[in-house]
């Protein structure tokens, strides 16, 4: 495995498309890593710049140490998986995957070797003997994954390789993409636009938007601290409230004054208030030095191992989840004393 150091990475495409803008981010030999981030934020490019696929107007690019930033697609030791799976359909899936062996003069029998090897490892069965065009989606993608791996490149590259699959084979492909890197301890840089896919897979994700790096950290820390409004979102959060004023440890708010840590008002400036819907508590008990809200239940979804309320506070909408551990369900109309914990809430820049 390889790390990754990005420097200052600069593309454009004519005249006015600022594809990237400046992409700093080094990336730890062996991590699961993530490029997260809405349609035309620069996902695809910056993996296009890692494979030498395109060359960046300004910036360097080191890999495993060394500088590759002028070195071409075929000499650098990184390897691609595509959205769609740029297999060869007249071709059978074993010369599918020795195809790249025989480019680099592999002989045939260990050419052969190779193949039935990775066919093992990725539990491929009796795939391998199949032609291209008798296979269906999810079998597609794991022979692209297996032909991407068979040639040990030191880095993987993953363009939403599973954003065509429905739901559950999606799922199934993610846990098992997981366990095939942590085997091999190959760097993988993996690119979705689906927050739930990024947190669930990697070990660090960078969210960029416009060409640029928002943030960068753990699913837990981007989630749970998002560094701004914009990152917030894109998480999937929707409880989002303007703050109208703070002081040591309280802030205004649309839903009403809330208590925080005072410690989240280290940089205190205009901005919003973050709560997570799982810090909510529905008529419980309320500690000492929590906030109480009153609200009424607008909306009730049943998702079995839990349950969202969209509460109305103060004419303002907010979300709540409550997990289903046999507790008294609330009912549309019901009135509601909501309680959160100050340590809970999160200040977030604009
Ligand atoms: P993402 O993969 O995150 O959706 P891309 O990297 O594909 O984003 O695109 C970033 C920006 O660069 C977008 O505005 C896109 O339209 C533009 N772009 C990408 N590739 C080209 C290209 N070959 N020619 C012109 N514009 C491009
Ligand atoms: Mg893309």
């Given at each position: 495995?390889?790390?990754?150091?990005?420097?200052?990475?600069?593309?454009?495409?004519?005249?006015?498309?600022?594809?990237?803008?400046?992409?700093?981010?080094?990336?730890?030999?062996?991590?699961?890593?993530?490029?997260?981030?809405?349609?035309?934020?620069?996902?695809?490019?910056?993996?296009?710049?890692?494979?030498?696929?395109?060359?960046?107007?300004?910036?360097?690019?080191?890999?495993?140490?060394?500088?590759?930033?002028?070195?071409?697609?075929?000499?650098?030791?990184?390897?691609?998986?595509?959205?769609?799976?740029?297999?060869?359909?007249?071709?059978?899936?074993?010369?599918?995957?020795?195809?790249?062996?025989?480019?680099?003069?592999?002989?045939?029998?260990?050419?052969?070797?190779?193949?039935?090897?990775?066919?093992?490892?990725?539990?491929?069965?009796?795939?391998?003997?199949?032609?291209?065009?008798?296979?269906?989606?999810?079998?597609?993608?794991?022979?692209?994954?297996?032909?991407?791996?068979?040639?040990?490149?030191?880095?993987?590259?993953?363009?939403?390789?599973?954003?065509?699959?429905?739901?559950?084979?999606?799922?199934?492909?993610?846990?098992?993409?997981?366990?095939?890197?942590?085997?091999?301890?190959?760097?993988?840089?993996?690119?979705?636009?689906?927050?739930?896919?990024?947190?669930?897979?990697?070990?660090?994700?960078?969210?960029?938007?416009?060409?640029?790096?928002?943030?960068?950290?753990?699913?837990?820390?981007?989630?749970?601290?998002?560094?701004?409004?914009?990152?917030?979102?894109?998480?999937?959060?929707?409880?989002?409230?303007?703050?109208?004023?703070?002081?040591?440890?309280?802030?205004?708010?649309?839903?009403?004054?809330?208590?925080?840590?005072?410690?989240?008002?280290?940089?205190?400036?205009?901005?919003?208030?973050?709560?997570?819907?799982?810090?909510?508590?529905?008529?419980?008990?309320?500690?000492?030095?929590?906030?109480?809200?009153?609200?009424?239940?607008?909306?009730?979804?049943?998702?079995?191992?839990?349950?969202?309320?969209?509460?109305?506070?103060?004419?303002?909408?907010?979300?709540?989840?409550?997990?289903?551990?046999?507790?008294?369900?609330?009912?549309?109309?019901?009135?509601?004393?909501?309680?959160?914990c100050p340590e809970d809430l999160v200040r977030v820049a604009a």
């Open positions: 495995a390889s790390s990754i150091e990005m420097q200052g990475l600069h593309k454009r495409f004519g005249r006015d498309t600022v594809a990237l803008d400046g992409v700093d981010l080094n990336i730890r030999a062996g991590e699961f890593f993530t490029l997260l981030g809405p349609s035309g934020c620069g996902k695809t490019t910056l993996l296009r710049i890692l494979a030498g696929l395109e060359e960046p107007e300004a910036g360097s690019l080191v890999v495993g140490g060394k500088n590759i930033t002028e070195v071409p697609p075929h000499q650098r030791s990184v390897n691609t998986v595509f959205q769609s799976y740029a297999l060869f359909p007249h071709l059978s899936v074993r010369e599918n995957l020795a195809f790249g062996l025989k480019m680099r003069g592999m002989k045939t029998a260990e050419r052969q070797a190779k193949v039935d090897e990775i066919a093992e490892f990725i539990k491929l069965g009796d795939l391998v003997d199949r032609h291209v065009d008798q296979l269906s989606g999810g079998q597609r993608q794991r022979i692209a994954l297996a032909r991407a791996l068979i040639c040990e490149p030191d880095v993987l590259l993953l363009d939403e390789p599973l954003s065509a699959l429905d739901a559950g084979l999606r799922s199934q492909l993610q846990v098992e993409l997981l366990r095939v890197q942590k085997r091999l301890g190959m760097t993988f840089v993996f690119v979705t636009h689906d927050q739930q896919e990024a947190m669930v897979m990697s070990d660090r994700i960078a969210v960029l938007n416009g060409g640029t790096i928002q943030q960068v950290g753990t699913p837990d820390e981007v989630y749970e601290h998002p560094v701004n409004a914009f990152v917030a979102h894109f998480m999937g959060h929707d409880n989002l409230f303007a703050i109208s004023a703070a002081e040591d440890d309280w802030v205004d708010t649309e839903l009403g004054r809330l208590r925080l840590d005072p410690a989240e008002q280290r940089d205190a400036q205009d901005g919003w208030l973050l709560i997570r819907p799982e810090t909510l508590e529905l008529d419980g008990e309320i500690p000492e030095g929590y906030n109480r809200l009153q609200g009424t239940v607008a909306e009730r979804l049943y998702r079995g191992s839990r349950i969202e309320y969209r509460l109305t506070v103060n004419g303002r909408s907010l979300m709540a989840v409550a997990s289903n551990l046999g507790q008294r369900m609330h009912n549309i109309g019901d009135r509601v004393t909501i309680s959160v």
